[in-house]
């Protein structure tokens, strides 16, 4: 495990920014369907770990993919793991009555409000009060 670890409070004031970032994110990601749409191409987002996902996208398309790159590397920088560029669920390592668990949010959240197991899914999200409570 590598990453920042967040208490609960700290996680929900970083929450304006992560909220902004991820705002972002899907913003660009629906311009990226948008134009693979337009190109007759349904699917999703390429791996944003490769570095040249798919060489016959027009530019627009890449810059796109660059600019959502770089987005998830200001998250990356504040410790925050996007989880689903379409959803915006992210996560964190947090910690909460001992453990180190993920916090979970995703935009429509007010604040932090779930966790789940290191090796769990966010399917299996619990509400934060039954951890720190």
Do not use: Q
Request: proline share 7%.
């Amino acid at each position: 495990m590598r990453g920042k670890i967040y208490g609960l409070e700290e996680m929900n004031r970083a929450l304006p920014l992560i909220r902004a970032i991820v705002a972002d994110i899907r913003r660009e990601t629906e311009r990226f369907m948008e134009g693979l749409r337009a190109l007759g191409r349904e699917g999703k987002l390429p791996s944003l770990d490769d570095p040249d996902p798919e060489r016959d996208l027009p530019h627009p398309l890449r810059d796109l993919l660059d600019e959502i790159r770089s987005l998830i590397g200001e998250l990356g920088e504040l410790g925050v793991f996007l989880r689903d560029p379409v959803s915006g669920l992210v996560e964190a390592y947090g910690e909460g009555d001992g453990e180190i668990v993920y916090f979970s949010w995703k935009p429509g959240e007010d604040r932090v409000r779930f966790w789940h197991g290191l090796f769990r899914s966010a399917r299996e999200r619990r509400p934060v009060t039954a951890l720190v409570g």
